[in-house]
């Protein structure tokens, strides 16, 4: 399984992409949103996407509504520090499958990748 990891915060991009390589997943990191979009067109096959709405232009929420616009259906697991109820909402409509707050255990977000990868 690929995943791409989209977080511009060094320590926790880093964290992130050693536990799911511990999980034994195949992860390319992307620190902006113009990273992450040139690694989704020359890599198609992701299975998961791990995005943070605060990273560098686009935003997280701007690239998310742009894929699912484009009619990209592969699962995305959001992870970011916006707490809010109303930043949980508006990442869930912009097409966010799951929606993961900072701080957060690495067991739950392993848990919830598997639980989307299954779903898809």
Do not use: N, Q
């Not at 686009?58 to 970011?80: F, H, I, N």
């Amino acid at each position: 399984m690929r995943i791409l990891v989209v977080e511009d915060e060094k320590s926790v991009a880093l964290a992130l992409v050693s536990v799911l390589k511990d999980a034994c997943y195949a992860v390319d990191l992307a620190t902006t949103g113009r990273e992450a979009e040139a690694l989704v067109a020359v890599h198609d096959g992701y299975d998961l996407v791990l995005l943070d709405l605060l990273i560098p232009e686009p935003s997280g929420e701007k690239l998310l509504r742009k894929w699912r616009s484009e009619g990209w259906e592969v699962p995305v697991l959001v992870v970011t520090g916006r707490t809010g109820v109303v930043d949980r909402v508006d990442g869930l409509d912009a097409g966010a499958d799951d929606y993961l707050t900072k701080p957060f255990s690495f067991a739950e977000l392993l848990a919830r990748v598997r639980a989307l990868l299954r779903r898809h």
